[in-house]
């Protein structure tokens, strides 16, 4: 999963953000980094994490859990990453499918996730339901927050 979520990052901004971020975002470390963090939230349960592969190779996963800071949402899709070569098969819509059947079995209606102003995924998720509902600026990055405030059935 971690080599999925920083090759990732590599395929989309290049080109996107500053080369240091870049690079600081995807090295080695920060591989490492996410490694732990992903063993941390699979062991803790706190979120649900639902992966794709293709010919036992990961290409795509996605996570949802408790809303952090989205008020008036239930719920947060924390990550959906895939890999380039993956794009455009449908695995990002049956992700995202499986991320609202479990949301809505926890009992929520609503989701919110932030989503990188320059991502270009953003037009992929409004045509997925989700509008734009605010910014923030967190460190180097500006994001924007999308949200269903209804899921669908």
């Known amino acids: 999963m971690a080599g999925v979520h920083t090759q990732s990052w590599r395929e989309t901004y290049t080109g996107l953000l500053s080369p240091d971020f870049l690079e600081r975002a995807t090295n080695g470390g920060a591989r490492q980094r996410r490694e732990q963090g992903w063993q941390t939230t699979i062991e803790w349960g706190q979120e649900a994490v639902f992966i794709a592969e293709q010919d036992g190779k990961i290409i795509a996963f996605a996570s949802v859990g408790p ?23 449908g695995v ?62």
């Open 67 to 89: 809303a952090r800071d989205h008020p008036g949402y239930t719920h947060e899709l924390m990550t959906l990453y895939s890999l380039r070569e993956s794009q455009g098969q």
């Open 92 to 153: 990002g819509k049956r992700l995202l499918r499986a991320v609202i059947c479990q949301v809505q079995k926890k009992g929520g209606t609503n989701l919110a996730l932030w989503v990188l102003a320059t991502n270009p995924t953003r037009q992929w998720y409004a045509s997925q339901g989700a509008r734009e509902a605010g910014e923030k600026l967190d460190s180097e990055l500006q994001e924007v927050r999308m949200v269903w405030d209804h899921l669908p059935g």
